[in-house]
């Protein structure tokens, strides 16, 4: 019995010895491999946060148009500056080339693409619907500027508008640029009556007929004067589509056929009437003299002219205001944060 003990005894030794031993080996070959493993970790610089890009679709009516021009180039410039290291926007700019065919086109690739937020500034308002039922189903964000689709009730009532909180328009109400022009004459000494016969004979040369802005600055403008119980004359409208060219051709015309009859000529934007300025000085006339010249933008050009005296006065259609609160509104929306349907930038006249 007693042997019988001393065996188990041994062989527990033994056993406990093998045990013992059978971690020695271990302990010698954890370095080796975990080391390779663990070694880069400790000393790798902290991992960079991956930057997230947004792509962002915008398409403008049409490239060749000055005022556009200034804003669009904006809206590149502002997108870059709200840029960080972890927030990058890829914006896609199209030229809609004023044909709504092309437009709508260039908004179902940018739905095919899967943009985040689409910028539009509409060809045509009255596809205005058309183009927001496809975005709103393609769960796309949209803002539309510059060109303002109507409700029934004139503003801020446009149903695809009102009707979907993803969906907003942002521009600056064409009323107030209409009445400032015409408020620039009223506050002249002769109120625009140059030749004293009680009556303010004018050219109005329209935008795009279409076009809000161009219907409002043409009706207010007129409305400001006899708001004021100044008598007027229409003796030319004809439509220059926002274009210098025409503008020029407009008021070449218009000199030729009523010469110093024309007292005051209203142009719809800066680009026409930097174009009827051109007509005027051919005619061998004098703005400030024997006739006024109004437009609306204020482009630089036209406001050096004010400064001059070779233009009456402008109104400041301020495109960084609206196009930076595009941008904003825009980024708001692709981060799924609320908007509101309408953002209104305010017009400034500009006088000497
Ligand atoms: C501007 C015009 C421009 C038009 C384009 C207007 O608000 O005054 O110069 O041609 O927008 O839609």
Redesign the pocket.
């Known amino acids: 019995m007693k042997k019988l003990v001393s065996l188990l005894l041994v062989l527990a030794i033994a056993v406990t010895l093998v045990a013992c031993g059978g971690s020695k080996p271990a302990e010698t070959q954890a370095p080796a491999a975990p080391a390779a493993t663990e070694a880069p970790a400790a000393t790798e610089a902290p991992a960079a946060a991956e930057a997230k890009t947004y792509n962002v679709g915008v398409a403008i009516?049409q490239y060749n148009?000055?005022?556009?021009t200034l804003y669009r180039q904006e809206i590149e410039n502002y997108f870059k500056t709200l840029e960080t290291d972890t927030v990058k926007y890829n914006v896609t700019m199209v030229d809609g080339k004023n044909d709504m065919g092309e437009q709508t086109n260039q908004i179902d690739t940018f739905i095919t693409q899967g943009m985040d937020v689409i910028i539009c500034?509409l060809v045509q308002t009255s596809s205005a619907e058309v183009i927001i039922d496809k975005v709103v189903a393609a769960g796309i964000p949209l803002v539309l500027i510059?060109?303002e689709p109507l409700g029934d009730n004139g503003d801020e009532s446009y149903p695809g508008i009102i009707n979907n909180p993803t969906v907003c328009y942002v521009g600056?109400d064409?009323r107030q640029s209409g009445t400032y022009q015409g408020e620039i004459v009223r506050d002249l000494p002769n109120h625009g009556d140059i030749n004293g016969d009680g009556v303010v004979s004018y050219v109005m040369v329209v935008?795009?007929p279409e076009?809000p802005?161009a219907q409002y600055r043409t009706e207010y403008s007129v409305k400001a004067l006899t708001d004021a119980g100044i008598e007027v004359k229409e003796l030319v409208k004809n439509v220059g589509n926002?274009d210098q060219t025409k503008g020029q051709e407009i008021v070449a015309a218009a000199l030729a056929q009523y010469a110093d009859q024309i007292e005051v000529v209203f142009c719809?934007?800066?680009?026409m009437a930097l174009g009827a300025a051109a007509a005027i000085e051919a005619a061998g006339r004098k703005v400030g003299e024997d006739i006024y010249l109004l437009g609306?933008?204020a482009l630089d050009e036209c406001q050096e002219m004010v400064q001059k005296g070779t233009m009456t006065g402008t109104v400041l259609?301020d495109h960084i205001g609206q196009s930076h609160t595009a941008v904003d509104v825009a980024i708001k929306a692709l981060n799924g944060e609320a908007i509101d349907n309408y953002y209104w930038v305010d017009y400034v006249k500009v006088t000497k």
Not at 65 to 68: G, H, L, P, Q, R
Not at 268 to 271: G, H, L, V, W
């Open positions: 009516y148009d000055n005022f556009m500034n510059n060109r600056a064409a935008g795009d076009n802005d926002w719809n934007n800066d680009a609306v933008d259609n």
